[in-house]
T-cell receptor
Framework: AQSVTQLGSHVSVSEGALVLLRCNYS??????LFWYVQYPNQGLQLLLK??????LVKGINGFEAEFKKSETSFHLTKPSAHMSDAAEYFC????????????FGDGTTLTVKP | GAVVSQHPSRVICKSGTSVKIECRSL??????MFWYRQFPKQSLMLMAT?????????EQGVEKDKFLINHASLTLSTLTVTSAHPEDSSFYIC?????????????FGQGTRLTVV
């Protein structure tokens, strides 16, 4: 079984500041890990994914995440926040043979202040 | 990337009626699709796994007779909410993995906002 914990349901940063969204996972098998972004009344857009290749994963819109097995973490970062980054972010985990079936964290709402 | 299309994007129905939501994989074949439900300000909860040519697998606590799933082809799965009630109002999202692409990524539909009045 897999589970995901996103620390902090709400994160607020100033425009231009570092974005850090935390995600810890639990999995009995090697996991696939994902970060998605969701804008109001829309589906999910994949930001990046970890599938057992490089531990530092670069995604779209300047986001990246580092897989740390020892810490069971997959935190999402962006060096400089933009107003358009304001959205809901979900971390998800799945087993490596069934990426379509994912377990999601509770989500983190990112607010960007001007 | 692969595209998953959901229809309709929004639907309002009267209490007691049924509503069908379609999920299509436009440029790949999906033997398995997944249906999620999302309440306001909450995460996605997996409802069921839709299997092409066979019965869906429902998660614990999901009523099979209320949420009918049909996966008649490799590119189409439907979710029918039967005898809808206001508490069924929610955001429903489907996803599918392209097994031909190594099954390492799930592609999500745009979601369907169901409001039962």
């Amino acid at each position: 079984a897999q589970s995901v914990t996103q620390l902090g349901s709400h994160v607020s940063v100033s425009e231009g500041a570092l974005v850090l969204l935390r995600c810890n996972y639990s999995s009995s098998v090697p996991p696939y890990l994902f970060w998605y972004v969701q804008y109001p009344n829309q589906g999910l857009q994949l930001l990046l994914k970890y599938t057992s290749a490089a531990t530092l994963v670069k995604g779209i819109n300047g986001f990246e995440a580092e897989f740390k097995k020892s810490e069971t973490s997959f935190h999402l970062t962006k060096p400089s926040a933009h107003m358009s980054d304001a959205a809901e972010y979900f971390c998800a985990v799945s087993v490596n043979t069934n990426a379509g079936k994912s377990t999601f964290g509770d989500g983190t709402t990112l607010t960007v202040k001007p | 990337g692969a595209v998953v299309s959901q229809h309709p994007s929004r639907v309002i129905c009267k209490s007691g009626t049924s509503v069908k939501i379609e999920c299509r994989s436009l440029d790949f074949q999906a033997t398995t699709m997944f249906w999620y439900r999302q309440f306001p300000k909450q995460s996605l909860m997996l409802m069921a796994t839709s299997n092409e040519g066979s019965k869906a697998t429902y998660e614990q606590g999901v009523e099979k007779d209320k949420f009918l799933i049909n996966h008649a082809s490799l590119t189409l799965s439907t979710l029918t909410v039967t005898s809808a009630h206001p508490e069924d109002s929610s955001f429903y999202i489907c996803s599918a993995a392209d097994r031909g692409g190594g099954d390492t990524e799930a592609f999500f539909g745009q979601g369907t906002r169901l409001t039962v009045v």
